[in-house]
């Protein structure tokens, strides 16, 4: 079955905060002094996959970092993003749930293994509603104990924190005052201030415009601002049109009116191919009944070369195997 296609978030997020030098400014100072003195952040480096649930997917993005702890084994470091607008009143269940399914993972990775490696979770929150973080901070919170009966069992109520780093709790000019990478601060007002928000060039090209540029022009810029405008784009869908684009060309000079070309010729294609997926499912529901969830999910993810040639297959097909060739 197809993979669940990433958000413009998940992309965004793990793009910007994969860089060591990012990862480490974000989550060193959420963390107290004494534990930063602990980690080894020279060697931080993302580590592979997503241990978020499918159907949490459009809600959630997830990254997770490895390094060690000084003179000591290997650490992670899980970062999460929250972008609705109400924050998961369970994320620290989420979080457990997550940290146990990489364990689960690295488990399976190292058979025989007597001890499990350190997690530290935080979460990053930002929603374009401005609505502050008021879930719990601990899992020993959410569960559902009298005064008496928590302080009788003590330990025995499982406890496990996670930090927090709530973007809402700032405005844009209090983020471009943060002592981070230009990358960094940018990622934050875009993730915060970016969706539906048809001002959001004017912002990111005057209060932002020296950060914009000097992720632009820094090594593997090109690539990042691909993902910024993938991101744009995605998100202001209908908020702003080509004309507003022209203070950010204005800013950056010919190379960046290119790349969201050929990015807007790129959406313009996928749009296409989603008519065509979605005809040509129709298709075979009329013809064959029922069509798995597999299928839909292959058809789905298939560009638009791919879907005439299984529409051509259509007419002569009796089975859906025979669409597949």
């Known amino acids: 079955m197809a993979e669940t296609p990433p958000t413009p978030y998940d992309s965004l997020f793990k793009k910007l905060l994969g860089r060591p030098g990012n990862a480490a400014a974000e989550l060193r100072p959420a963390l107290p002094e004494v534990a930063a003195a602990r980690i080894d952040w020279r060697h931080l480096k993302p580590y592979p996959g997503s241990f978020v649930r499918p159907d949490l997917r459009q809600r959630h993005a997830d990254l997770m970092l490895e390094t060690r702890l000084i003179d000591g084994p290997q650490a992670f470091l899980y970062c999460l993003i929250e972008h609705q ?29 007597g001890k499990l490696p350190m997690v530290i979770p935080l979460v990053m929150h930002c929603s374009s509603d401005g609505r502050r973080w008021n879930a719990a901070l601990d899992l020993a919170d959410l569960i559902d104990l009298d005064e008496h009966t928590r302080a009788a069992l003590g330990e025995l109520v499982p406890r496990s924190p996670y930090l927090l780093d709530d973007v809402n709790r700032l405005d844009a000019s209090a983020m471009l005052a943060l002592r981070q990478p230009p990358e960094l601060r940018m990622l934050k007002v875009l993730l915060r201030f970016g969706p539906g928000n048809p001002a959001l060039i004017d912002l990111i090209t005057q209060d932002y415009g020296p950060d914009l540029h000097a992720s632009f022009n820094a090594a593997g810029g090109d690539q990042l601002f691909e993902y910024i405008m993938r991101y744009i784009l995605t998100v202001t869908a209908g908020s702003i049109g080509e004309d507003d684009l022209e203070p950010l060309y204005d800013l950056l000079g010919p190379k960046a009116r290119d790349i969201t070309v050929t990015l807007a010729e790129k959406f313009e294609a996928r749009g296409e191919a989603r008519g065509r997926a979605e005809s040509l499912l129709d298709l075979m529901r009329v013809k064959f009944r029922s069509v798995p969830s597999e299928v839909r999910d292959v058809v789905r993810a298939a560009d638009v070369a791919q879907l005439r040639t299984w529409t051509e297959r259509m007419l002569t097909a009796d089975t859906l195997d025979g669409v597949f060739g």
């Open 85 to 113: 607008s109400s924050p998961d009143p369970v994320m620290a269940y989420r979080l457990e749930e997550y940290r146990l399914r990489f364990w689960s993972a690295w488990l399976d990775r190292h058979p025989g293994a």
